[in-house]
């Protein structure tokens, strides 16, 4: 009996071994599809958190009595207004999924997904045999889970140019900075996503000011 269980344990601890093995080979791929499915989810989220409303009240135009641009500008302190309410849904949208508490507003896909993800805390999941390469029916699964977001920041881009003859274009973004945690199999891994938010895209007839020649 004794010499059976010391071959039991001999097995069961090169399966472990093996296992083991198996998995760490299986980290690059396995982060990589966690960080596709990160980036998948808050592209929906932010999406999702801005709307497509006029943003034209944020540009400041005068033009004189030719009809030329004398002055163009952005409003700062509406742009600053709407990157702070952008931030904010975004930390009560992903604050709501951490505490389980996000529930669907509606039956469409984003919103039974992320009522989904608030309940199970489970981003996605990944077949071992998708991880190796290999063709199976029946394999075991990965899950890759969200725990939280440390921080949420954004950065304002505005750009005021010459588009062609006689035509001024002006845009403006906002980037979104999201720093978080997804929690693997015995490791956690920390990740920074970028999103860029396009907000105004418009083009005037008119020569740039020449305040923003120099």
Do not use: W
């Not at 004398?70 to 999924?97: C, G, H, P, R, W």
Request: charged letters at 20%; glycine letters at 4%.
């Amino acid at each position: 009996m004794k010499k059976y269980l010391i071959i039991l344990l001999a097995l069961f601890i090169v399966m472990n071994v093996l296992i083991s093995g198996i998995y760490i080979q299986c980290i690059p791929r396995l982060k990589e599809y966690g960080q596709f499915e990160m980036e998948r989810l808050n592209q929906l989220i932010v999406a999702h958190s801005t709307s497509d409303g006029d943003y034209n009240d944020l540009l400041i135009i005068e033009r004189n009595i030719d009809d030329e641009i004398d002055l163009l500008e952005f409003d700062m302190v509406k742009v600053n207004q709407l990157a702070s309410q952008i931030v904010l849904d975004l930390e009560n949208t992903y604050t709501s999924i951490e505490e389980g508490t996000y529930h669907a507003k509606d039956d469409s896909y984003y919103e039974r997904r992320i009522e989904n993800i608030a309940q199970s805390g489970i981003v996605t999941q990944v077949a071992f045999s998708t991880l190796l390469n290999i063709p199976s029916f029946i394999s075991p699964t990965i899950s890759i889970c969200y725990k939280n977001l440390t921080s949420i920041s954004s950065a304002i881009h505005k750009s005021i140019g010459n588009y062609g003859i006689n035509h001024v274009m002006v845009e403006l973004s906002i980037e979104v900075h999201m720093n978080l945690t997804m929690i693997y199999p015995f490791f956690e891994q920390y990740d920074t996503h970028t999103i860029t938010i396009p907000i105004l895209l418009e083009i005037f007839q008119g020569q740039v000011p020449l305040i923003y020649n120099y």
